[in-house]
């Protein structure tokens, strides 16, 4: 079984500050994480994957996520937040063994980026 | 097209009705997904496709939900009958080579 948790329904930053949101995971083998953004009436938006190698992981707008093995997570951050930042940011997870294509998503987290 | 692209975009339907989603994947794409997301709930995995194997039906809450994908690219998602639990947004997905999954614009289902 695989499943993510994503332990902040809201997180709050003001503009120019840094941003996490956090990301932990559960999964029988070896992750395939992902970091997924979703604007007002949108659909979700692909931001950045972790698969092997690196465990910072560089993504799309100034994204960043950090594969941490030990805690079993997967924190997005970014230096400086920006207003148009503001969205829901959905955490993802899928076993890389062979027989689970099948991402599981985490519940979501509201970013809220104020002036 | 360029993206996964699904329709209707909003629909209302009354309840008992039946209503039919389509999702068209990116051109190539094996992979196609469907995801239901409720308000606070996230993503809920309702049925996977993969090439010419048998569909991942894990997902789907009851026997009114049925999907088929037509010569592996079109795929239309079924509610029979449906109710007012149904009500949320329907996301399609698909993917290739590549682990990630690329999401629709979705269909707001509405049931009244």
């Known amino acids: 079984a695989q499943s993510v948790a994503q332990p902040e329904d809201q997180v709050n930053v003001a503009e120019g500050n840094p941003l996490t949101v956090k990301c932990t995971y559960s999964?029988?083998?070896?992750?395939?994480l992902f970091w997924y953004v979703q604007y007002p009436n949108r659909g979700l938006q692909f931001l950045l994957k972790?698969?092997?190698?690196?465990?910072l992981v560089k993504g799309s707008y100034g994204f960043e996520a950090e594969f941490n093995k030990s805690q079993t997570s997967f924190h997005l951050k970014k230096p400086s937040a920006l207003v148009s930042d503001s969205a829901w940011y959905f955490c993802?997870?899928?076993?890389?063994?062979?027989?689970?294509?099948?991402?599981?998503f985490g519940r979501g987290t509201s970013l809220i980026v104020h002036p | 097209g360029a993206g996964v692209s699904q329709s209707p975009s909003n629909k209302v339907t009354e309840k008992g009705k039946d209503v039919e989603l389509r999702c068209d994947p990116i051109s190539g794409h094996t992979a196609l997904y469907w995801y239901r997301q409720s308000l606070g709930q996230g993503l809920e995995f309702l049925i996977y496709f993969q090439g010419n194997s048998a569909p991942d039906k894990s997902g789907l809450p009851s026997d009114r939900f049925s999907a088929e994908r037509t010569g592996g690219s079109v795929s239309t998602l079924t509610i029979q009958r449906t109710q007012q639990e149904d009500s949320a947004v329907y996301l399609c997905?698909?993917?290739?080579?590549?682990?990630?999954?690329?999401f629709g614009q979705g269909t707001r289902l509405t049931v009244v």
């Open positions: 997905a698909s993917s290739q080579l590549s682990p990630e999954a690329f």
């Open positions: 993802a997870v899928r076993d890389n063994r062979g027989g689970s294509y099948i991402p599981t």
């Open positions: 999964v029988s083998g070896n992750p395939y």
């Open positions: 972790y698969i092997t190698g690196d465990n």
